[in-house]
């Protein structure tokens, strides 16, 4: 099979500037035409193409290598596009809209036949939609007038991008071009639910709205989380399946009272770190440890879990750019965004967690 490589504009983009949304044109006459852009949301940078047009969304699975029974999410600029997608829109899904959009919830529904390309559900009769926080997405997608399947901008398997010079790192010479918005904001990717009847919310994947963000706004109804167990079934939403956001170095998680696990990181780092090269993820409050590590990242305050969720995928990315062979990271409560915190932390680390 030959691989064909294509030149990768890359447009930067400064809303502080008054004529920012002219300078997307030209990006979202690409994206209405089929090709791919990646562009910034609030999460994480997004790898966009016509959610109706095939060839446009196996380019997205091309250029990730993602497998293809892996969905993908819609991203949309006018909630009345909604009822333009589903089949069906519930009342409790229309009072998370009115609660959480636009913002870093995507919700699962029932797909309306025939509107998109059967890759984007990948054979399933339902499709996560979401309308995210961000004015050049939301512009972006306006101007291209089109509904956008949008996966993380990352080589698949690897930590998802928080900047435009991640996307290019993965992407370069793959996809039609990268809308530059600078760093995002949250970090993580989206909140996936699926709404099971109107008293039953379930998380399939957590993210910066919270079980207990959901469970305010929805008192009525039981929100749960997916169980392993399901999650190894045919993924229902992105990032239920597949191993993902995985650094090149072994990660393991270390879990514990804080002192027990400072003194297991630095066993482990006396035992390695003269043949390795080893890194330690590691919240502020214990910033004078460590010492032998060749890299240290801090993940900000252990009372701050928001810190870390922006900071987690880019933390990752370092530790390849250092080719750091050995990673141990403190664990967090996985309470509110420490629910996701934790959630990527273990997908990344293989779910390789020391009690300590």
Not at 1 to 19: G, L, Q, S
Not at 209 to 218: N, W, Y
Not at 253 to 272: D, N, S, T
Request: net charge negative.
């Amino acid at each position: 099979m030959i691989e064909v490589t294509v030149h990768t504009k890359v447009w930067n983009i400064n809303i502080a500037e008054p004529a920012w949304q002219k300078q997307l044109a030209e990006a979202a006459e690409r994206l209405a035409a089929g090709k791919q852009i990646a562009f910034p949301t609030e999460t994480v940078y997004g790898l966009g193409a016509d959610a109706t047009n095939d060839a446009a969304v196996q380019g997205i699975f091309s250029a990730k290598g993602r497998p293809a029974d892996n969905p993908l999410i819609v991203h949309i600029f006018d909630i009345q596009q909604v009822e333009q997608l589903a089949q069906q829109v519930s009342e409790l899904a229309i009072k998370l809209m009115d609660a959480f959009w636009p913002g870093p919830l995507t919700i699962v529904l029932p797909v309306k036949q025939g509107v998109l390309s059967s890759y984007v559900t990948a054979g399933l009769d339902t499709v996560g939609i979401r309308m995210p926080d961000h004015p050049i997405a939301l512009e972006l997608m306006r101007q291209a007038r089109v509904p956008v399947a949008a996966p993380s901008a990352n080589t698949s398997g690897r930590p998802s991008p928080t900047l435009a010079a991640h996307v290019y790192e993965d992407l370069q010479g793959k996809i039609s071009g990268i809308v530059d918005g600078g760093a995002t904001g949250v970090g993580l990717e989206s909140t996936v639910v699926e709404l099971v009847d109107q008293q039953l919310i379930r998380v399939l994947r957590p993210g910066a709205v919270t079980l207990e963000q959901l469970q305010a706004c929805c008192p009525e109804a039981v929100v749960t989380m997916e169980s392993e167990l399901e999650s190894k079934q045919a993924p229902r939403s992105p990032g239920m399946k597949y191993t993902h956001y995985a650094p090149q170095g072994k990660l393991a998680i270390v879990k514990g009272e804080p002192q027990a696990v400072a003194h297991y990181i630095e066993q482990q780092l006396a035992r390695f770190a003269a043949t390795d090269r080893c890194g330690v993820l590691r919240f502020d409050e214990h910033e004078r440890h460590y010492q032998q590590a060749a890299l240290v990242l801090s993940l900000g305050s252990i009372h701050q879990l928001e810190q870390a969720a922006a900071r987690l995928y880019q933390a990752l990315r370092q530790f390849d750019e250092q080719q750091i062979q050995y990673i141990w990271s403190e664990a967090s409560e996985a309470a509110g965004i420490g629910a996701a915190l934790m959630n990527r932390l273990l997908k990344a680390a293989g779910h390789t967690v020391i009690e300590v």
